[in-house]
């Protein structure tokens, strides 16, 4: 005879608890990009940007993190891609494509290299148009947000 011990479990300890506005711990961090493969760093801040490096992710919630990204323009691309790989834009007028090499935009905007490939990297809706706010990309090392105290992260620690 097998005497079985029933155990009464309390259904409401174990909730889904699902991060909002008030419960994000958004921090600011920095990011020096010298050195760094342009399409790696990306990857990573987005992931820090998306939150999704946080026990507390959310998908739907703005709960990733301030990212400062130094040196913007020693950033490195892998390969001959500085040369070969093509940016199209188009002014809206007929006959408006443009197109730029990495080289031509690290001559005249450096930072734009690394934003476009960060934004590539997050959600095309009213969120990442959110969280792409929350990218600072700096040329140099100076930058204007020491008043947050922001705490330098090392990109090769992230998964």
Known sequence: ??????????????????????????????????????????????????????????P???CGDYVIVINAEKVVLSGKKMSDKIYIRHTGYPGGQRKQTPTDIL???????????VKGMLPKNRLGRRL????????GVEHKFEAQ???????????
Do not use: C
Request: no cysteine; hydrophobic share 45%.
């Open 1 to 58: 005879m097998v005497i079985q011990k029933i155990i009464k479990v309390d259904t409401l300890s174990y909730k889904t608890l699902s991060a909002n506005k008030a419960t994000t711990n958004k921090e600011w961090v920095v990011v020096d990009a010298e050195g760094l493969v342009l399409g790696r760093m990306a990857s990573k801040v987005a992931k820090i940007l998306r939150g999704k490096n946080k026990a507390s992710f959310t």
């Open 149 to 159: 105290k922001p705490k330098v992260v090392d990109l090769n620690t992230i998964k």
């Open 132 to 139: 792409f706010t929350n990218l600072h990309v700096v040329i």
């Open 60 to 62: 739907h919630i703005d």
């Open 107 to 117: 001559a005249k905007y450096p930072e734009r290299l690394v934003e476009k490939a």
